[in-house]
């Protein structure tokens, strides 16, 4: 038995996947200027490490990756695509942001991060499986608007620094995501996960018509 299948099948496996699913169940729609890292101080790698974290908008769409990525794995066999898509956010999104920092202008950056939680929230409750790279393209072109949007709100500070935490949160949320779809294999059946996409695109609506 695998290291996955042993946490999954333990208690702490079973009290982990709730908790982690119904987390997405608040979803407020918040504002991109209220996260936090918009002051202009202190724009550090804390404050960029934190800053994903600050929006459920960002926070739905990163986990929604991981767990697209598990469901894409599990129905086509390929198990690149467990880094592929995510990697096909993150790098993106670094780009994203450094069209913001060189004063590039990106249109439609609120109603394409609003997009993004609805097509990836949709994409897992389907079960979504096109050419993986159709998907890595479709993650990819959503990531400049979420890497836009944190580079806009940065204010002062060292951008290497923030870009750095940034980054690094991003890809944890992407792991949290991994971690939510295994475990939703393991412990039940992939309906949990395609239940935890339905909640993600029902998000995504709330904050395109907020």
């Known amino acids: 038995m695998s290291f996955v299948s042993k946490l999954a099948m333990s208690k702490l496996g079973r009290v982990a996947l709730p908790a982690i699913l119904v987390a997405s169940l608040a979803v407020p729609a918040l504002a991109h200027p209220g996260h936090?890292?918009?002051?202009?101080?202190?724009?550090?790698?804390?404050?960029?490490?934190?800053?994903?974290?600050?929006?459920?908008?960002?926070?739905?769409?990163?986990?929604?990756?991981?767990?697209?990525?598990?469901?894409?794995?599990?129905?086509?066999?390929?198990?690149?695509?467990?880094?592929?898509?995510?990697?096909?956010?993150?790098?993106?999104?670094?780009?994203?942001?450094?069209?913001?920092?060189?004063?590039?202008?990106?249109?439609?950056?609120?109603?394409?991060?609003?997009?993004?939680?609805?097509?990836?929230g949709l994409a897992v409750a389907f079960a979504a499986r096109p050419p993986l790279v159709a998907a890595m393209a479709i993650t990819a072109g959503f990531a400049l608007f979420h890497g836009f949007a944190h580079g806009a709100e940065m204010g002062e500070g060292v951008a290497t620094a923030y870009a750095a935490g940034m980054l690094l949160a991003t890809a944890l949320l992407h792991g949290a995501g991994l971690v939510a779809a295994l475990l939703s294999q393991q412990v039940a059946t992939p309906v949990l996960t395609r239940a935890a996409g339905a909640v993600v695109a029902v998000a995504g609506v709330v904050i395109l018509v907020a």
């Open 36 to 120: 936090p890292g918009g002051e202009a101080h202190d724009a550090g790698f804390a404050q960029g490490f934190a800053h994903p974290f600050g929006g459920f908008d960002h926070l739905l769409a990163m986990l929604a990756v991981g767990l697209w990525a598990v469901q894409f794995a599990s129905r086509s066999g390929n198990r690149s695509s467990l880094w592929l898509l995510p990697a096909a956010f993150v790098l993106p999104m670094g780009a994203g942001f450094l069209l913001a920092l060189n004063g590039i202008a990106l249109p439609g950056v609120e109603a394409g991060i609003a997009l993004s939680v609805l097509i990836l």
